[in-house]
T-cell receptor, first 115, second 111 residues
């Protein structure tokens, strides 16, 4: 149980285009989902916290108009990187908290390359 | 959230127990100790968590000192597939609380 999926697993896009990444909790309902970014040889950095049905809370330094987060249901959250640039190339990882528990379960990650 | 200190790297022999230390001297009374690991190019994997009592599951054991200022994650019989970065994190037990990842310990299991 407690499986989180992400789609796509990797994506290459051209500079200036937008990319949407999906995060799904497959066998549980997640009140809260988190989005992280990880650059090579670095640790995970939290970008935003997403609660179902409400606006996401972004960490300091993360542009909310560039990284659009939608959490429309208890099993799906999406991250859209708008007007992507090469410096947005990174490993994007989501996680979800079980409503009645506290552990966070992570997705497999999405590797974004912007050319 | 309280911060944690972990050694940046350690090697261990396949089949032997791996003991991963973590210092969290400023931990608050309502904060739990969580351990996650990240195998290369994958999302982190939850391992175990505890408050003050020692905990054991199918993956590992967690030993927390009586003063709660440090803990040790024990992988009883390390395998090559346990090679990963291991993160020790402290946070209150609530679904909404975010995880703050530090540098972790890069564990290399050698044959």
């Amino acid at each position: 149980g407690a499986v989180v999926s992400q789609h796509p697993s990797w994506v290459i896009c051209k500079s200036g285009t937008s990319v949407k990444i999906e995060c799904r909790s497959l066998d549980f309902q997640a009140t809260t989902m988190f989005w992280y970014r990880q650059f090579p040889k670095q640790s995970l950095m939290l970008m935003a916290t997403s609660n179902e049905g409400s606006k996401a809370t972004y960490e300091q330094g993360v542009e909310k108009d560039k990284f659009l987060i939608n959490h429309a249901s208890l099993t799906l959250s999406t991250l859209t990187v708008t007007s992507a640039h090469p410096e947005d190339s990174s490993f994007y990882i989501c996680s979800a908290s079980i409503t009645s528990g506290n552990e966070q379960y992570f997705g497999p990650g999405t590797r974004l390359t912007v050319t | 959230d309280a911060k944690t200190t972990q050694p940046p790297s350690m090697d261990c022999a396949e089949g032997r127990a791996a003991n991963l230390p973590c210092n969290h001297s400023t931990i608050s009374g309502n904060e739990y100790v969580y351990w996650y690991r990240q195998i290369h190019s994958q999302g982190p994997q939850y391992i175990i968590h505890g408050l003050k009592n020692n905990e054991t599951n199918e993956m590992a054991s967690l030993i927390i000192t009586e003063d709660r200022k440090s803990s040790t994650l024990i992988l009883p019989h390390a395998t090559l597939r346990d090679t990963a970065v291991y993160y020790c994190i402290v946070k209150p037990k609530a679904a909404g609380n975010k995880l703050t990842f530090g540098g972790g310990t890069r564990v290399l299991v050698k044959p």
